[in-house]
C-alpha cells in the first residue's frame, strides 16, 4: 500500500519560511518523479515543483521560481519543499504526488498539509 504523507505545514507571516516534507512508503521511491502542487478551495489544483527520480531534472512554476526548492533524500524516501519569501497568494493545502518515471501522469497522492500565510 503507496502512501505519502506531508508535514511540515502551519500558519506564517508574509516573508517568513517553511519547510515541507513528504514521506513515502510502499513504493520503490527512487523509480519515481516527485511533484508537489497547491490548491486553495475555490480554485483549480496548481503546479509547484517536480523533481525527477534521480534529482537531475527540477521544474518550478514561474509563480514560486526563485522562492521554493525542491528536493529529494532517496535514502530516506523523502522529497522536500523549501519555501522562502512567502506570500499571502501562497496560502493553500500543498499535496505531494509520484509518478513513475517517463509517465505522464501522477499515480500517487499525499492528502496534503495546509499553508497559511498572512500579511
Known amino acids: 500500500q503507496v502512501q505519502l504523507v506531508e508535514s511540515g505545514g502551519g500558519l506564517v507571516q508574509a516573508g517568513g519560511s517553511l519547510r515541507l516534507s513528504c514521506a513515502a512508503s510502499?513504493?520503490?521511491?527512487?523509480?519515481?518523479?516527485m511533484g508537489w502542487f497547491r490548491q486553495d478551495p475555490g480554485k483549480e489544483r496548481e503546479f509547484v515543483a517536480a523533481?525527477?527520480?534521480?534529482?537531475?531534472?527540477?521544474y518550478s512554476a514561474l509563480s514560486v521560481k526563485g522562492r521554493f526548492t525542491i528536493s529529494r533524500d532517496n535514502a530516506k524516501n523523502t522529497v522536500y519543499l523549501q519555501m522562502n519569501s512567502l506570500k499571502p497568494e501562497d496560502t493553500a493545502v500543498y499535496y505531494c504526488a509520484a509518478k513513475r518515471a517517463l509517465q505522464r501522469l501522477y499515480e500517487y497522492w499525499g492528502q496534503g498539509t495546509q499553508v497559511t500565510v498572512s500579511s
Open positions: 523533481i525527477s527520480w534521480i534529482g537531475k531534472n527540477i
Open positions: 510502499g513504493l520503490t521511491f527512487n523509480n519515481y518523479d
